[in-house]
């Protein structure tokens, strides 16, 4: 096999990865990506609750949605909704989302902590995780919410109003 062939078949490799994961259903992509955010989210709050000390864990946790929210918005526009433009209109959505799951984050975990003596790293833990759905359906049906598809007599009638 020469390298041209090499080389080609990689190429074709890739496209067929990334094939099958926009085939994957969109609900598990933004599980994952979702997962793997929440992920990295967790591990700033600790590194930053580290590093400030867990007496302010209201100012750790808005720290840490303030340098998650560049990361996560790319990766729901790119790799779970794949939508094109619109980028400040569904930054701004995006953060609209962020500020009330910060909130509802906030509010989880005092109570938590406050109320029921919960450990601060495993009510935050619990915290993220009730997230997951609340957010997945705003971010679906609000900051990356797309036109329905015309169907094909919508097509037809917007054909003629551009013969005007």
């Not at 790119?78 to 569904?90: D, I, M, R, S």
């Not at 997945?136 to 003629?160: D, G, M, N, S, V």
Request: hydrophobic share 55%; glycine share 2%; charged share 15%.
């Amino acid at each position: 096999m020469n390298i041209i062939q090499i080389i080609k078949n990689f190429f074709i490799k890739e496209k067929t990865l990334i094939d099958h994961w926009f085939e994957t259903d969109e609900r598990v992509r933004f599980a994952i990506i979702a997962s793997l955010n929440m992920g990295m989210r967790y591990l700033l709050f600790v590194f930053l609750s580290l590093i400030f000390t867990t007496l302010h864990y209201q100012l750790v946790l808005l720290a840490m949605w303030l340098i998650s929210s560049f990361i996560a918005f790319y990766s729901y526009k790119k790799l779970v909704f794949a939508t094109q433009g619109n980028h400040l209109k569904e930054y701004l959505k995006s953060i609209s989302i962020w500020i009330l799951s910060y909130f509802i984050n906030a509010g989880v975990l005092a109570l938590l902590i406050s109320h029921w003596q919960v450990n601060l790293y495993l009510a935050q833990a619990f915290a993220i995780s009730f997230l997951l759905i609340t957010n997945y359906l705003l971010f679906k049906h609000f900051a990356f919410r797309q036109p329905a598809p015309l169907k094909p007599w919508e097509k037809l009638l917007k054909f003629f109003d551009i013969m005007k």
